[in-house]
């Protein structure tokens, strides 16, 4: 399944952003439901995840606080809201899933299903 991340841009400091992500033609399926992000020369790190069907949200101490993670089985996508973002969350959004739910939830090599990123860019 392909999966597409959208909603990335240029923002102040300060400011929000919602990132969305679905599946091309096809049900968002999957336990694992998870945001990474990539900056240049940095390896991809874990951003947030939801555990379907208990709904229960995983975050980057990083990010904990500031973003809020959420599936929306009614439009088939999984959403990322981004408060109070800072320069240093400038990177490359991604979405991927995982068919059963890993307790290495955090691991991108856990995941195998990814689409092309969208990029947010935080100016200070």
């Known amino acids: 399944v392909q999966l597409q991340a959208s909603g990335g841009g240029l923002v102040q400091a300060g400011g929000s952003l919602t990132l969305s992500c679905g599946a091309s033609?096809?049900?968002?399926?999957?336990?694992?439901l998870a945001w990474f992000r990539q900056a240049p020369g940095q390896e991809r790190e874990f951003v947030a995840a939801?555990?379907?069907?208990?709904?229960?949200?995983y975050y980057a101490d990083s990010v904990k606080g500031r973003f809020t993670v959420s599936r929306d089985k009614s439009k088939n996508t999984v959403s990322l809201q981004m408060n109070s973002l800072k320069p240093e969350d400038t990177a490359v959004y991604y979405c991927t899933s995982r068919q059963i739910w890993s307790v290495q939830y955090y691991n991108p090599g856990q995941y195998n299903q990814w689409g092309q990123g969208t990029q947010v860019t935080v100016s200070s």
């Open positions: 939801v555990r379907w069907p208990l709904n229960r949200t």
């Open positions: 033609g096809r049900t968002l399926s999957g336990d694992a």
